[in-house]
């Protein structure tokens, strides 16, 4: 059973940075695509980042393009969302997620494994 759980989450002012972490267990993830989504209070979740695990290809929101970078660490089984520049409509719980296909989405319904959250707040 695949199994996600993210770290790093915290309180950080605006223009700074945090680093997350997701710890990815119970299978090889060759194969699979691994997202960043996040939800904001009263807001849906949606997709931030992806990375494809064999090939290391990522994708990016817009509105976090420039400023987020999604990496994975094959030896640790290890997703990162290293971001930068934060401003206060980051602020949300952001999410781990896995989809046991190289297809590309950023659709959260294509994602069948999720971990429980971080939450990341900025304050301005």
């Known amino acids: 059973q695949v199994q996600l759980v993210e770290s790093g989450g915290g309180l950080v002012q605006t223009g700074g940075s945090l680093r997350l972490s997701c710890a990815a267990s119970?299978?090889?993830?060759?194969?699979?695509?691994m997202g960043w989504f996040r939800q904001a209070p009263g807001k849906e979740r949606e997709f931030v980042a992806g990375?494809?695990?064999?090939?290391?290809?990522?994708s990016y929101a817009d509105s976090v393009k420039g400023r987020f970078a999604i990496s994975r660490d094959s030896d640790k089984n290890t997703v990162y969302l290293q971001m930068n520049s934060l401003k206060f409509e980051d602020t949300a719980v952001y999410y781990c997620?896995?989809?046991?296909?190289?297809?590309?989405?950023?659709?959260?319904?294509?994602?069948?494994?999720w971990g429980k959250g971080t939450l990341v707040t900025v304050s301005s």
């Open positions: 990375v494809t695990w064999s090939s290391g290809i990522t």
């Open positions: 119970g299978g090889t993830f060759r194969g699979y695509i």
């Open positions: 997620a896995a989809k046991p296909s190289e297809v590309p989405s950023r659709n959260r319904g294509w994602y069948p494994y």
